[in-house]
């Protein structure tokens, strides 16, 4: 056989230091300069000297008591300023190396951050409630996380929505107007998602019927539903509150011995149907996605739907499917803002959660479970900046509630991963 | 999401550039597009068609939501046409009142008050025609701006700041707070560019999470004593020096000022830029097709940068105008929904400068009429909201106005 | 399985793409459909897919009427299809692509991609396919996603499986294991048309031939015709590919290309450590299988690819750093190859594309100001030198024909002094007067001194233009040989072999054996 002239295949020749690709940086800088923030600024300069910072655990029932934890400020804070400097020499060490340090080390340098950051901004202002701050992040994530399901679901099938706000703000409109008319609330969480759904249903019929661009559909449909709302708002729910907009709350379900454990049982199972029903979707979601014959035909017509049409599979009825579905699990997340939460309707109360919805799930990569966390991440820092905004710490809100939208954009920058989004995302399809 | 089609459908293709007089090249000659030719060629039929159908959807909700009207529906069947009546009452009433004031109000003491409207719609419409046209630009040049909102409100930060903070002679000032805006909304705009260029970072996400930022900065920046410069208890500035105003077009009680001048002046500055610079070639050359211009030379990062500072210089200027023309000091509410709105006023206007001013002119007429109707007839200007976002769907989907009215379908030109 | 299509027609608008066309096909017989581009071949398979809907005709299999709704019925009737463009979802894995329209499931509704996987390891050992279940497509190499596709129809139980132009893609030795493929189905009674335009394969396969032109049946014939009869018929008249030049008188070398290294988006090194010399007044064709880096280089030339290492410079001047625009004002004219996405701007109209390139600069700008009158009274001129036939100049590039629209792109790439020209595919998708007319503008850019580096898949234009021909091969230049090299010669380099040995093997006249014995390991 002489077929030793084989070239050697593509690929396989990257030795030369000429050849070795650059060197990336971005990840060492983000980390140095949080780690820097913490050891200098918050450590050595934070003013703290000589102050202590409590946390509290304590929620009424538990079966046991976590006593509360208190620690010296500056100590702490700097402390882990210089273990997270190390961490952060040794990401750049690893990112000269062209490798990358596993996906606890972002976690570990996460927890650690905040962890020194609360010390830092709960010196000597009384005890730092960890479980109401989880609880209420939860409470502010949950609209998020139906928002972003309600996102993927459009954005695996191929369909882009910016209207979730829209969604939202229909779905608390309705759920409110159903729910004070009927005088119960479950009412309103039925009458919900069928608001979410109208919506989809302008939005799919332009898109998919006349092709219209679906960033401008959505845009012009929340412009429609603040219109519309309002409108409704100002005439006839205010001309009869008691009968269209009085205030409607679905009623706690503690979930036994669950509810019970400490910090986390008040947090995940003392909540509304609303809020278990946002796991069941998300987890269903989930599975449904990535390992059912719906998520397999799903992803390939947000991918790549000629080749789902070549076997058979109608692109743009499932499309039409899927967005009303997503519209659907958006209504429930707008039903948060008022029976989830027992308050009547508001004008424009949805105030720009839906674009944060957006923001989770491109932060969450297009997947339920990724998306939860980013959804939690906004909603722990909105509570954060609530939170420490009332205990009189240095940190201004206005700048803390700016963070999620910030590392929203650094990550569509590219500097948190890569982000990809579904190939066919936005297009229309169409059969020639 | 990477690679979205802005332009899509809705936002039609170039018109022909490039039309100047030829002489002597031996091949047909196309006629010029003129306005007339415009209006005859069906475009502007849909436009048209999508007002009155927008009218009219707001027409049923505010008979929908008359308890006038509901009473006499309970009773419909046994007199029809109460119902009727009471329904052309309302309507009538209200879109009168809104005509009132938007354009001439006949019922006025003086004709000092008569004529006012039609300036106030002037002044409405002064900040929709600059944002809208920092659309425009972007749409044309493939660019989905949605950072309006942010823009504006950046605009009027640094519009703002400068026309207080400042002590100048007057012209000199209001020279240099109008500049401050313009780079206040080129940094806002310049930072989505600069991110799109160099990272590929999409401009829609970029742009939306940038209007909340700027939201939470002003909510900031109007706690900072340094920043306010006043006692006031409400989270707002001080007023504006008058050597920083833009001066009044007319005499009290007018409003109107110069920024509507502004307005003018930026809409025939975009037409030069698209339609007979080289950086306009460019800029339609990227939106319409990325990979052609890139191998024709043009950097098409350089291209998305300044593409999106000028356009957010546009919203800045429309922030400036907002903050040193109308309202004299910064508010939370400052930027209103202006950056959404531009949105529906560069899709009326078809991303065409000369389309944008008159859509301008009409949503600011809507708006200044909304008011009025508000006032005078209890109908909430919410309505308007309603009304716009009717007619933009309508604009973008024409094939649905023709098939609602029964039209034919315009004579394609042969696409093989 | 016997299929049959009579009077089958489609037309889209005004255009007819297949007229009363008729198709016998027997059981086990591998039936080519031969033809140009454009002549109405990929219609007719997506007619019979169940894709198009036909406007007159009926499709008979087993002598039955059948019609298909869509592509579901056409697989259900046990039609497969291999498309040009593949049909896989690039994110998924084999397994997931297999299964999709037909999941195979468990507990409702639930994915059984283990079934899924099983079959594609089933239907992979009884090929010799070699096809991991859990490779994710877009990590495959062409060949192998062509072979998923093939497991795609045959999980399905195909007994007809059309392939459309499954070998545009591939290399020699992976057309010659798709040949193998082929003739392993037939054996096992699989029926089969396969569309082409190339005429050396479909001798070395097909069992009968049917050739279209212009969306119409123009003959039949056997694989015993000989390939100027093939294509005699499939172009309607004579070929000549043969453009009157005189020989070159070639002066200095001032392209000089030195150990060019590109490496793409994902890491792979596309072009590998290539040099090059170009002198002015000839023509260097660099020949090969499409995706075997010469895109990649003709980009590297203009600035279009950053290379990893290596130089270009030209004239005396290294190019490194220097932007598109730069290098364009430089003199350097490029033709790229795909005309629609990179070439022209379709929306633009036609004056506005003959200065894509040079709008910025005198005399069709003064300052950031258009100067309309002079770019109108230009384009006049050129509508007239290069015979573009057209309506109004104000018209969109669009209305125009692809030979039309190339003639515009040429226009504007050799209306001005040049120090370079690269064209890459300059004449693909052309009618054949068009390619004369773009041949005959290449040589004489030659003849005024020119040096001109000229891109080409098609070995008959390398033959016809070229003064000296470049082959490349996974991104190496396998050697640069003279334009009258036999084309045993040139595709045996096309397939990896070297220079020398190539030639060896052509004097023992052992090419045709060691071609598919050489390549036994698809790597």
């Known amino acids: 056989m002489s077929t030793s002239t084989q070239t050697p295949a593509p690929g396989t020749r990257l030795d030369g230091a000429a050849l070795r690709s650059p060197i990336d940086w971005k990840y060492p800088i983000v980390y140095g300069v949080l780690a820097l923030l913490t050891l200098v600024f918050m450590g050595l300069l934070g003013g703290s000297s000589g102050k202590s910072t409590t946390f509290s655990f304590a929620a009424g029932t538990d079966l046991f008591s976590i006593p509360p934890l208190t620690v010296a400020s500056q100590p702490t804070v700097i402390a882990a300023g210089i273990v997270l400097v190390a961490m952060a020499a040794i990401a750049t060490w690893l990112a000269t190396k062209r490798e990358s340090p596993g996906i606890w080390f972002p976690v570990v340098f996460g927890v650690l951050f905040l962890a020194a950051f609360l010390t830092w901004a709960g010196a000597d202002t009384g005890r730092i409630p960890i479980t109401p701050l989880l609880a209420g992040a939860l409470a502010l994530s949950v609209p998020l996380i139906f928002g972003a399901m309600c996102g993927l679901v459009g954005e695996r099938s191929g369909i882009i929505n910016i209207a979730i706000e829209g969604q939202l703000l229909a779905g608390a409109f309705l759920a409110a107007v159903v729910a004070s008319a009927l005088k119960n609330p479950y009412a309103g969480l039925v009458a919900a998602p069928i608001a979410g759904a109208v919506v989809a249903v302008i939005l799919t019929f332009f898109a998919i019927r006349y092709w219209v661009d679906q960033i401008i559909i959505g845009v012009v449909l929340n412009v429609l539903v603040v219109g519309f709302t309002n409108f409704m708002f100002s005439t006839v729910l205010t001309q009869n509150p008691e009968m269209w907009n009085a205030r409607q709350q679905l009623p706690v379900l503690p979930i036994p011995l669950l509810g019970d454990i400490p910090v986390l049982g008040p947090v995940l199972f003392r909540q509304s149907i609303l809020v278990y029903l946002m796991y069941i979707v998300v987890a269903v979601l989930y599975v449904a996605l990535f390992h059912s014959k719906w998520g397999l035909r799903t992803r390939a017509i947000g991918e790549h739907p000629k080749a789902a049409d070549t076997v058979g599979i109608p692109v743009n009825r499932n499309r039409v499917i899927n967005t009303l579905i997503a519209g659907g699990i958006a209504g429930l997340g707008g039903a948060f803002f008022t029976v989830g939460s027992g308050l009547a309707f508001g004008k424009e109360m949805s105030a720009g959660q839906g674009f944060i919805a957006l923001a989770a799930m491109i932060l969450g990569k297009w997947n339920p479970v990724g998306a939860v966390f980013a959804a939690l991440l906004f909603g722990f820092a909105r509570n954060l900046g609530n939170t420490l905004s009332t205990m009189g710490t240095p940190v201004p809100s206005d700048l803390l509630l700016m963070l999620p939208y910030i590392v929203t954009i650094f990550a569509v920058a590219g500097f948190v991963g890569t982000v990809r989004a579904p190939a066919a995302n936005g297009k229309a399809y169409a059969k020639q | 999401m990477t690679e979205t089609s802005p332009t899509g459908q809705t936002v039609p293709a170039a018109p022909v550039a490039a039309s100047g007089e030829g002489i002597g090249s031996g091949t047909p000659q196309a006629p010029r597009p003129t306005l007339l030719r415009d209006i005859m060629s069906g475009s502007w039929l849909v436009s048209v068609l999508s007002i009155a159908v927008g009218l009219l959807a707001g027409a049923v909700l505010i008979a929908a939501a008359d308890p006038d009207v509901q009473a006499t529906l309970s009773y419909f069947f046994s007199r029809p046409a109460d119902f009727f009546v009471a329904i052309w009452q309302t309507v009538s009433e209200a879109y009168l009142a809104l005509f009132r004031g938007a354009v001439f109000d006949w019922q006025a003491q003086s004709v000092q008050r008569a004529i006012r409207p039609l300036t106030e719609s002037l002044v409405a419409s002064t900040p929709l025609i600059l944002a809208g046209l920092g659309i425009a630009l972007g749409f044309r040049s493939g660019l989905f701006n949605i950072g309006g909102q942010g823009q504006v409100i950046l605009g009027a930060i640094f519009a703002g700041f400068f026309g207080y903070f400042l002590t100048l002679p007057a012209g000199v000032h209001m020279i240099i707070a109008v500049l401050a805006g313009i780079v206040g909304g080129a940094i806002w705009g310049g930072i989505a560019g600069y991110l799109k260029a160099r990272t590929g970072a999409n401009e829609v996400i970029v742009t939306i999470m940038l209007n909340s930022i700027a939201g939470y900065l002003i909510a900031y920046l109007l706690k900072q004593a340094w920043f306010r410069q006043t006692d006031s208890g409400n989270p707002q500035s001080r007023n504006v020096d008058d050597a920083a105003s833009l001066f009044p077009l007319l005499p009290d009680p007018f409003r109107l000022n110069a920024g509507f001048l502004l307005a003018v002046l930026a809409t025939i500055f975009v037409w030069w830029l698209l339609e007979r610079s080289t950086l306009g070639f460019e800029f339609r050359a990227v939106g319409e097709n990325p990979h052609a211009a890139r191998t024709a030379g043009i950097s098409v990062g350089r291209v998305t940068l300044i593409v999106m500072m000028i356009a957010g210089a546009l919203a800045g200027l429309a922030g400036a105008a907002q903050v040193l023309g109308t309202e004299q000091r910064l508010t939370m509410g400052i930027g209103g929904s202006l950056g959404f709105d531009a949105i529906t006023v560069a899709l009326l206007g078809r991303s065409r400068p000369v389309g944008t001013f008159l859509a301008g002119l009409l949503f600011g007429a809507f708006k200044a009429g909304g008011y009025t109707m508000q006032a005078q007839t209890g109908t909430p200007i919410d309505i308007i909201l309603v009304v716009q976002s009717v007619i933009v769907l309508l604009i973008a989907a024409p094939p649905l106005v023709r098939a609602i009215f029964r039209l034919p379908a315009p004579v394609g030109k042969g696409a093989r | ?523």
Not at chain 3, 412 to 426: D, F, K, M, N, T
Request: proline share 5%; with cysteine; charged share 25%.
């Open chain 3, 1 to 523: 399985m016997k299929l049959e299509l009579r009077g089958i027609t489609k037309r889209f608008g005004t255009f007819t793409a297949n007229d009363s066309i008729d198709l016998v096909v027997e059981p086990g017989e591998i039936h080519a459909l031969l033809g140009e581009n454009g002549a109405g071949k990929s219609t007719l398979m997506n007619t019979l897919y169940g894709l198009y809907a036909p406007d007159e005709g009926e499709i008979l299999i087993d002598d039955r009427p059948t019609t298909f709704s869509g592509p579901g019925d056409a697989v259900a009737a046990g039609i497969g299809m291999v498309h040009q463009h593949f049909m896989l979802v690039p994110v998924f894995t084999v397994a997931e692509s297999v299964a999709l329209g037909y999941e195979p499931t468990k507990g409702g509704s639930l994915l059984d991609l283990g079934q899924a996987r099983q079959k594609v390891r089933d239907i992979s050992a009884r090929f010799g396919f070699h096809i991991d279940p859990d490779a994710v497509i877009e990590d495959l190499p062409v060949g192998a996603q062509q072979r998923v596709e093939i497991i795609k129809a045959l999980s399905r139980d195909a007994k007809i499986l059309i392939l459309d132009e499954p070998t545009a893609v591939l290399t020699p030795q992976e057309t010659d294991e798709l040949i193998e493929i082929m003739r392993q189905l037939k054996s096992e009674g699989t029926s089969i048309v396969f569309i082409t335009h190339k005429l050396r394969e479909v001798r070395a396969i097909a069992d009968g031939i049917t050739v279209i032109r212009r969306g119409k049946v123009v003959g039949e014939a056997s694989p015993e015709s000989s390939e100027s009869e093939l294509a005699g018929l499939m172009v309607g008249r004579d070929v000549h590919l043969t453009t009157d030049k005189k020989p070159a008188d070639p002066g200095d070398a001032t392209l000089l290309i030195k150990d060019l290294t590109v490496v793409d988006r994902v890491e792979q090194v596309v072009v590998d450590d290539v040099n090059l010399e170009v002198r002015r007044g000839e023509i260097l064709a660099i020949a090969g299988v499409d995706g075997n880096g010469q895109s990649e280089l003709a980009e590297a030339i203009i600035g279009l690819v950053e290379p990893r290492a290596g130089s270009i410079s030209l004239d005396g001047t290294d190019l490194a750093g220097l932007t598109v625009k730069q290098r364009l004002l430089r003199g350097i004219g490029f033709v790229p190859e795909d005309r629609s996405t990179d070439g022209v701007i379709a929306s633009f109209t036609i004056q506005e594309n003959m200065i894509l390139d040079l709008y910025d600069q005198e005399p069709y700008a003064k300052g950031l100001q258009l100067q309309p009158a002079v770019i109108r009274e230009e384009a006049g001129k050129r509508v007239a030198e290069y015979d573009i036939r057209l309506t109004s100049i104000d018209d969109p590039i669009s209305t125009l024909s692809g030979g039309n629209q190339q003639k515009v792109v040429l226009s504007r790439e050799l209306g001005r002094p040049l120090r370079l020209l690269v064209a890459s595919q300059p004449t693909r998708g052309l009618d054949v007067g068009s390619i004369e007319f773009v041949h005959k503008r290449i040589i004489a850019e030659r003849d005024s001194g020119t040096p001109c580096v000229i891109v080409s898949t098609e070995l008959d234009e390398a033959l016809n233009l070229a003064d000296r021909i470049a082959v490349m091969y996974r991104g190496r230049v396998v050697g640069i040989v003279p334009a009258d090299t036999p084309r045993d010669v040139l595709g045996l380099m096309m397939a990896g072999v070297p220079q020398d040995e190539a030639l060896a093997r052509v004097e023992d006249g052992s090419a045709a054996t060691e071609i598919s014995a050489a390549e036994e390991d698809p790597a």
